[in-house]
Every structure is written in C-alpha cells, then in structure tokens.
C-alpha cells in the first residue's frame, strides 16, 4: 500500500563533504518501503560502475537508476568536450521532466545536477523552471556540490555535508562499498 504525505517537497544535500548520494538513496530506500516509485536520474555519473545501479536492479520495479552524464566533468579520465557534456546534462533534465509529469513516480533524485549548475553545463533557470512544474504532492531530491543560494531558497530541506576528514587526504582512493 502506497503511503505519502500531504505536500512534496522539494531536498537539497549538498556541501563538500561526502554523503550527497548516500543520503539520496537512503531517502530512496525509505520510500520504496512505503510502496512509493523512485526514480534516480544521473547527471555527472555515467562512464563508472556503481553498486547503487546493481541494488537498484533488486529494487526494480520500484526504485530505477538511470544514468545520463558523461562521467565527472574535467576530472579523472574525463575525455569528452564541454559540448558533449552540456548536452547529456540538458538531455537528463528533459528526461527528469517527463518522467516526474508522467505521474509514474513519487520521488525524483537529479544526482549530481547541483555540480552540473556550479560547473554551466545547466543553466539555473532551467533547473529553477524544472522545479516550477513540479506537482504539488511531488518529492524531488537534488544533489551535489555547489547548490547555488537561488536553488537554496528555493527548497524546503537542505543540508550541508561537510568534510571534517577523509581518506583521500592521507592518499586512499574511493574504495569499493563505501564510495562506489
């Protein structure tokens, strides 16, 4: 049985730190548990295998990840043009669109669309126009680095993660089940 709330909210994590993702799915997780339908849109993973998209299977048909990006825009073994990735990030938002207005889902996660923002392969306005077409009783969650302050004011939970210490400062690389 399908249990939802009275209004839909729109749910920034961002910040430095580590846990954007993670607390996305673990809100994905939560309402998969109340018979809601999740989709997970990617906008910057897309070239990596992720053990998200492997539990997404066993979650299916509830809870779908579907990824869009490039891979992470100037960084690692980033090897597409500002072009490319530009357009892989407005082809996600369109396709994020669609499917929150098609009525099939209950919860919307635009991972990683904050740093698609920060770095202009998305314009704000497109992103903010997004959220004005959201249904009133329809939950989206957007993160990523860099939220800028108009997306900021313009939700109803944010949270900040912030980076107090990390492996990767002593030289660990991500390391399997706990960064991918």
Same mark, same amino acid.
């Given at each position: 049985?399908?249990?939802?709330g ?7 994590y !961002? &910040? ?8 996305a799915? &673990?809100?994905a997780?939560?309402?998969v548990?109340r018979g809601w ?6 906008f910057?993973?897309?070239?990596w295998?992720?053990a998200? %998209?492997? !539990? ?8 779908e990840?579907?990824?869009m990006?490039?891979? #992470? ?7 597409y !043009?500002?072009e490319?990735?530009r357009e ?7 396709f994020?669109r669609?499917?929150m207005l098609? &009525?099939?889902?209950d919860?919307?996660i ?6 698609s923002i920060? !770095?202009d ?17 329809f939950?989206?969650? %957007?993160? &990523? ?8 004011e313009?939700a109803?939970?944010?949270t ?9 400062q ?9 960064? #991918?």
């Amino acid at each position: 049985m399908k249990e939802k709330g009275k209004h839909g909210f729109v749910i920034v994590y !961002t &910040g430095d730190g580590k846990g954007k993702t993670t607390a996305a799915l &673990g809100m994905a997780f939560r309402a998969v548990g109340r018979g809601w339908k999740v989709l997970m849109v990617q906008f910057m993973k897309g070239t990596w295998h992720y053990a998200e %998209l492997d !539990t997404a299977k066993r979650l299916a048909p509830d809870f779908e990840i579907v990824p869009m990006g490039k891979g #992470f825009y100037r960084i690692l073994d980033d090897h597409y !043009t500002e072009e490319q990735h530009r357009e892989a990030a407005l082809a996600a938002l369109q396709f994020a669109r669609d499917k929150m207005l098609s &009525g099939a889902y209950d919860l919307l996660i635009l991972d990683e669309v904050n740093n698609s923002i920060s !770095t202009d392969l998305l314009p704000l306005d497109a992103v903010l126009d997004f959220l004005d077409a959201k249904p009133p009783d329809f939950n989206v969650v %957007l993160t &990523g680095r860099g939220a800028p302050p108009e997306l900021v004011e313009r939700a109803d939970i944010v949270t900040e993660m912030r980076e107090i210490k990390h492996p990767y400062q002593k030289g660990i690389f991500a390391q399997k089940g706990i960064d #991918f």
